[in-house]
C-alpha cells in the first residue's frame, strides 16, 4: 500500500476514527496499529508478514535477554504464539501452494528452542551475547537470505570463473520483501541497544509489535532508535489539533515532494540512463541533475509523509533529510542524508569497528569499511559498493586534509569566507552527482558512458533542461528559505494567512501537477 | 476524542460571556470562515490561471423529450481553451446551426443527418469550419442543393444516436444519415444503458440516459453560475475530474450490472486524444456497439435512406494515428459503408500541421474537419439515394468533371490552410 493511492486513502479514512476511538487505552491501541500495520504492509505480500512477525518474536526475546532480564517461559511461549498466528493468518490469505511455510515455521520455532537450551546452560554474561547474536543471525540471516544471496552466489560464480574454474550457478527466484532492510536494522539496533544496557526492554510483546511494525515507517524509514520510539508506544500519546495539522501539513509537503517533483523528473533521468549510449553531454547532465533531484525528493518525500502521518498518531519520528545538498564536505553530506541509516551505521558498525581510537590509519579502515557496506546495504549490485566505496574514499581524503576543521574556523559573512564556503559547496555537491552516477547506472559499463558522454560539448539548449529547472527551482526557494531561517518546518510558522496559502498553493500543485502514472518509491527496494 | 490544548481556556472564556457575545462570537466566526473560503477560492482561480490555464468547455446540454441529452435550443455560448475561441448558437431545434430546419423536406433538396459527438458538433471549431458546413457547402459547390442537419451532441456514444434519430432525426426525413464512430463510443453505449443485446439481438433496455442532468439544469437557471461556468478555470478543472469520475462510477456499475467486463485494469475510456488501446472483437462492449451500428443501418436503410459511418481516428502524435474502426468485428466492417479519414491523415500529416488540437480537448482542427470532409464526399459521391435526390434537385450548377473535381479539391484543400491560420498552428 503506498502513501499516494487511493486505497491508501481509504485505509487511513477507516483506520483514523477508530483509532481516536482507542487511543486512550494502550493495549488496545497497540493491537489496533498492529493489525492495521500487518494490514499495510501485507497489502503487497502477505507472506511478507512472516517475516516481520519471525523478527519481532526473536527481538523481543532477544533484547530482554541481550539486558540481561530473564527470559521466562511465558516470554518464549508469547512469541512463538505471535509468530503462530501471524504465520497462519498469513496463510490464510495467501495461496494454497504457499502452505509449506506453516512446517518451516515450526521447524524455525523448534530450532530456535534448541538455541534457547544452549543459551540457558551458558554462564550470565555470555548468555547475553548469545541473545544478541540469536537477533543478529536471525535478521541479518534475513536479509542475507532475502537481498543478497543471488548477488553472493553470482559473486563467486564470477570471481571462480576469472580463475578458470567453471561451477553451476545457482539463482533462486527470491522476492525482496519491500522494507526489510529497514526493520532489520531498526530490530538490531533495539538488541544492540539493550546490550549496551542504553535501552531498558519492556516485558510487553503486544507494545514491542506494534513499535516494530508501525506502517508510517515499517517500509523505507526513518529507522528509529528504541529508546526515542519505543516509550511512545508504552504510553497514552497527546494528541491535538495542532498535532493534527501540522502532521497532515508534514505528509502533503512530502507528498508534493514525490509525486509533483520526484516522479515528473524520474523519466528524464530514466531515459539516459536506461540507453547512455545514445545520449548528447547535455542530456546525460540533465539526467544526472534530475536524479539528484527525484532521489532525493522520493527519499525525503517519504520520510515527510512517515512523520506526518506518525504526528497525527501522536508519534514524534526522528528527522531524516535535514537540507542535505546544502552540505559543503562529504561528512556534512551523511550528517544530513539519510540520518537514520548514516546514525546507525556510526553507532552500531564503525564505533563497533573501533571508530577514531585505535589511530589515523584505522580509523581510514573503518570509514571505507562502513560506507562500503553502506553502499551494499541500498542494494545486492557491486555498483552499489562501488558508490559506497566513493564516498568512504572521499570522506578519508576530506578527513586527511582537515577540510571540515578548516571550514569550521573560516566564517562565513566575510568575502574570503562566501568565496571559501560556496566552493566547498560546489566541489561537494559536485561530488555528490558524480556518486549518484555510480547508484543509479545499471552497470559499471553504463556508467562510464555516463562519465565519459558528461565531458562533451553538444546537446546544451534550454529545452533539455528546463524540466528540470521548473520543477526543482520551487524547492530550492523554499529549502533556501529553510536554510536561512533555521527551521524545516515552514508550513507551521508565520502569519496564519501566508500558511494557509502555502498549504493552498501545496495542494493545487498536487492536483495540478502530479506525475501521470506514478513512479515507485526508490526507497522501497532497499 | 481529540484534546484541544487551546480549548478549556476557551470554554471558560465562552462561558464566562452572555448570550449575545456568544452569539457574536459564533458569527464572528462564521463571517471569518466565510471570507477564508471566499480567498481560498479566488487564490484557486488564480493560481489555476497562471500556472495551469484550462481549457473553458462548457457544455450547455439539457435532458430531451425523447430521454437523452440534447443541446439547449437557442443557446448561445463559448468555448476557449489555449488554441482557439470560439462561439457556438445553437438553434431552436437543438442542432449547432444558424437556421432553422422544417420537419418537412424542401422540394429538390437533399437533406444527411449526422449524429455524433463532440467532433462533429464542431467543438474547438467556427461554425464555417465544422464537418458539417464544409460538407454542405461542398455539395452546394458541386451543384447538390444539400441540407445537412447536425443532430451531434457532446458525449453521445452509438445508442444515443440511434435513439437521436428514432425518435427525433427521421422526422426530417433524411436521404442520407451518418453516424460518428470514435473509441470512446463503446464505453458510452454500455454506460449510457439505452440498449442491450438479448440472444444477439438490440433490446431498449432503459427509456432514458440523463447523466447530471437534472443539476446542470437546476444550476444553469442561475445566471451566477453560467457565468462561473463559462469563465472560471478552477469550476473547469474540477468539472472535468468530477465528470470523468462519475463516467467512470457509472461504467463499473453497468458493467456490474450486465456482468461485461472488458476493460483490463488501469485500462481507462479512451479520452479525446484517444490512446485506448485496442479490444477483443468478442468482447461485450464491441458485439454491443456492433449491433447497434448494424441495428441502426436496417432501420435507415429500411426507410429508403442511405447510411454511412463516419471514423474519427485515434491520434496519438502530430503525425500518428491510429483506426477506430478496427475495433469494429471485421464482419461488422464489411457489412458497413465506412468514412475513414485515416489514410488521408496520415498522407496529410506534418510535424507543423496540427490535425487534432493538442491543449484543448483534442478535436480536430479546420484541417481536420476539411481532410475528413473530403473523404465523407468521395465517399457519398457513389451514394444512389444522394444521386437520385440530386437529380431531383436540378437547380444548381453542372456538376463539374472528373479534371475540375480534382483541381476544385487541390485548390480548396490549400484554402484558408496557410501557416499562420489560428486553427491549424
Redesign the interface.
Known amino acids: 500500500m503506498l502513501f499516494n493511492s487511493g486505497i491508501f486513502a481509504l485505509f487511513f479514512a477507516l483506520f483514523f476514527p477508530l483509532y481516536v476511538l482507542v487511543r486512550q487505552n494502550v493495549f488496545w491501541r497497540n493491537v489496533l496499529l498492529i493489525v492495521a500495520s500487518y494490514l499495510f504492509y501485507g497489502w503487497w505480500d502477505a507472506r511478507f508478514l512472516i517475516l516481520v512477525a519471525i523478527s519481532t518474536s526473536v527481538d523481543y526475546m532477544a533484547a530482554l535477554g541481550a539486558a540481561g532480564k530473564p527470559v521466562f517461559a511465558g516470554d518464549r511461549l508469547k512469541s512463538a504464539a505471535f509468530l503462530l498466528v501471524v504465520t497462519g493468518t498469513c496463510l490464510a490469505f495467501a495461496s494454497r501452494k504457499d502452505v509449506w511455510l506453516m512446517p518451516l515455521v515450526v521447524a524455525g520455532i523448534l530450532l530456535a528452542a534448541g538455541w534457547l537450551k544452549v543459551i540457558d546452560h551458558a554462564p550470565p554474561e555470555r548468555q547475553r551475547k548469545y541473545w544478541l547474536y540469536l537477533s543478529l543471525f536471525t535478521n541479518l540471516g534475513i536479509l542475507a537470505f532475502f537481498k543478497y544471496f543471488n548477488f553472493f552466489v553470482g559473486s563467486v560464480a564470477a570471481v571462480l570463473s576469472s580463475l578458470g574454474i567453471e561451477v553451476e550457478h545457482i539463482s533462486l527466484s527470491i522476492i525482496l520483501p519491500v522494507g526489510l532492510s529497514f526493520y532489520t536494522f531498526q530490530a538490531i539496533s533495539r538488541t544492540m541497544d539493550s546490550y549496551r544496557g542504553k535501552f531498558d526492554p519492556a516485558r510487553s510483546i503486544v507494545n514491542y509489535a506494534a513499535y516494530h511494525a508501525f506502517f508510517p515507517q515499517l517500509v523505507a524509514g526513518p529507522i528509529e532508535r528504541a529508546a526515542h520510539l519505543m516509550p511512545q508506544f508504552e504510553s497514552v500519546r497527546p494528541l491535538n489539533r495542532s498535532l493534527i495539522t501540522t502532521g497532515a501539513l508534514l505528509f502533503v509537503w512530502g507528498l508534493y515532494q514525490k509525486m509533483v517533483i520526484a516522479d515528473n523528473v524520474a523519466p528524464i533521468a530514466n531515459a539516459v540512463f536506461s540507453d547512455p549510449a545514445n545520449q548528447t553531454a547535455g542530456m546525460t547532465l540533465a539526467a544526472v541533475l534530475a536524479f539528484t533531484v527525484q532521489i532525493y525528493c522520493d527519499f525525503c518525500g517519504y520520510s515527510n509523509m512517515a512523520r506526518g502521518l506518525a504526528r497525527c498518531l501522536g508519534f514524534d519520528l526522528v528527522v531524516n533529510f535535514n537540507l542535505p545538498y546544502f552540505a559543503r564536505t562529504p561528512s556534512e553530506f551523511w550528517q544530513r542524508w539519510h540520518i537514520s541509516l548514516s546514525s546507525w551505521l556510526r553507532d552500531y558498525l564503525y564505533i563497533s569497528l573501533g571508530g577514531n581510537r585505535n589511530g589515523r590509519m584505522m580509523m581510514y579502515r573503518n570509514l571505507m569499511i562502513t560506507m562500503l557496506l553502506g553502499g551494499l546495504w541500498h542494494g545486492a549490485a557491486w555498483t552499489f559498493v562501488a558508490w559506497g566505496a566513493f564516498h568512504g574514499a572521499i570522506q578519508v581524503v576530506y578527513r586527511a586534509l582537515h577540510v571540515d576543521q578548516l571550514l569550521e574556523r573560516i566564517r562565513f559573512l566575510t568575502p574570503a569566507g562566501i568565496l571559501i564556503h560556496m566552493s566547498s559547496w560546489v566541489v561537494t555537491i559536485t561530488l555528490v552527482m558524480a556518486g549518484w552516477i555510480l547508484f543509479r547506472a545499471r552497470s559499471f559499463d553504463d556508467a562510464t558512458v555516463i562519465f565519459s558522454n558528461l565531458f562533451g560539448t553538444e546537446g546544451y539548449s534550454r529545452g533539455t533542461f528546463w524540466p528540470v529547472f521548473v520543477y526543482a527551482t520551487p524547492l530550492l526557494l523554499v529549502e533556501i528559505y529553510q536554510r536561512m531561517s533555521g527551521k524545516l518546518e515552514i508550513l507551521n510558522t508565520g502569519p496564519f494567512l501566508v500558511r494557509h496559502t502555502a498549504a493552498l498553493s501545496i495542494l493545487l500543485a498536487l492536483v495540478l501537477f502530479s506525475a501521470p502514472g506514478g513512479q515507485e518509491f526508490i526507497y522501497f527496494d532497499f | 476524542?481529540?484534546?484541544?490544548?487551546g480549548a478549556a481556556a476557551d470554554g471558560s472564556r465562552s462561558s464566562g460571556c452572555g448570550a449575545t457575545s456568544r452569539g457574536r462570537g459564533v458569527a464572528l466566526r462564521l463571517l471569518k470562515m466565510v471570507a477564508?473560503t471566499v480567498?481560498?477560492l479566488a487564490?484557486?482561480e488564480a493560481?489555476?490561471r497562471v500556472?495551469?490555464p484550462q481549457a473553458l468547455v462548457p457544455r450547455y446540454v439539457t435532458g430531451t423529450a425523447w430521454g437523452i441529452r440534447g443541446n439547449i435550443p437557442n443557446a448561445r455560448y463559448w468555448h476557449q481553451t489555449p488554441e482557439v475561441k470560439v462561439q457556438y448558437r445553437i438553434n431552436s431545434q437543438g442542432m449547432r446551426a444558424d437556421r432553422e430546419y422544417p420537419f418537412q423536406k424542401p422540394a429538390g433538396t437533399c437533406r444527411i443527418a449526422v449524429f455524433g459527438d463532440s467532433f462533429l458538433v464542431g467543438y474547438e471549431l467556427d461554425l464555417k469550419d465544422t464537418f458539417t458546413t464544409q460538407l454542405e457547402q461542398r455539395l452546394r459547390a458541386q451543384g447538390v442543393r444539400a441540407e445537412i442537419l447536425n443532430f451531434s451532441v457532446s458525449g453521445f456514444g452509438t445508442a444515443e444516436m440511434l435513439r437521436a434519430y428514432e425518435k427525433f432525426g427521421r422526422k426530417f426525413d433524411p436521404d442520407l444519415v451518418l453516424f460518428e464512430w470514435h473509441s470512446t463510443d463503446p464505453d458510452d453505449n454500455v454506460r449510457s444503458g439505452l440498449y442491450r443485446l438479448d440472444d444477439g439481438k438490440i433490446k431498449v433496455d432503459r427509456s432514458q440516459y440523463l447523466p447530471g442532468i437534472r443539476t446542470q439544469d437546476s444550476l444553469m437557471k442561475f445566471r451566477l453560475y453560467r457565468i462561473i461556468a463559462d469563465n472560471s478555470h478552477l469550476y473547469a478543472?474540477i468539472r472535468e475530474r468530477v465528470a470523468g469520475s462519475v463516467k467512470r462510477l457509472l461504467l463499473t456499475r453497468r458493467r456490474a450490472l450486465h456482468g461485461a467486463t472488458t476493460t483490463a485494469p488501469g485500462e481507462s475510456a479512451a479520452d479525446n486524444q484517444g490512446s485506448s488501446p485496442a479490444r477483443n472483437w468478442s468482447s461485450p462492449d464491441i458485439k454491443l456497439s456492433a449491433a447497434l451500428l448494424i441495428h441502426a443501418q436496417h432501420m435507415v436503410i429500411a426507410e429508403h435512406r442511405d447510411f454511412y459511418v463516419v471514423e474519427i481516428p485515434n491520434r496519438t502524435s502530430r503525425t500518428q494515428f491510429r483506426s477506430t474502426v478496427e475495433r469494429l468485428p471485421p464482419d461488422t466492417r464489411e457489412r458497413l459503408k465506412i468514412i475513414s479519414p485515416l489514410a488521408a491523415f496520415v498522407r496529410a500529416a506534418r510535424p507543423d500541421l496540427k490535425l487534432y488540437y493538442e491543449q484543448g480537448h483534442g478535436h480536430l482542427t479546420p484541417t481536420g474537419a476539411r481532410i475528413l470532409t473530403e473523404e465523407a464526399l468521395a465517399a457519398i459521391e457513389g451514394s444512389p439515394q444522394l444521386a437520385r435526390c440530386a437529380s431531383l434537385s436540378g437547380e444548381g450548377p453542372p456538376q463539374p468533371s472528373g479534371m475540375d473535381l480534382a483541381r476544385h479539391k487541390q485548390a480548396w484543400l490549400r484554402g484558408s490552410d496557410a501557416p499562420g491560420h489560428r486553427g491549424s498552428q
Open positions: 476524542m481529540i484534546s484541544d490544548p477564508l480567498y481560498s487564490f484557486a493560481f489555476i500556472f495551469s478543472f
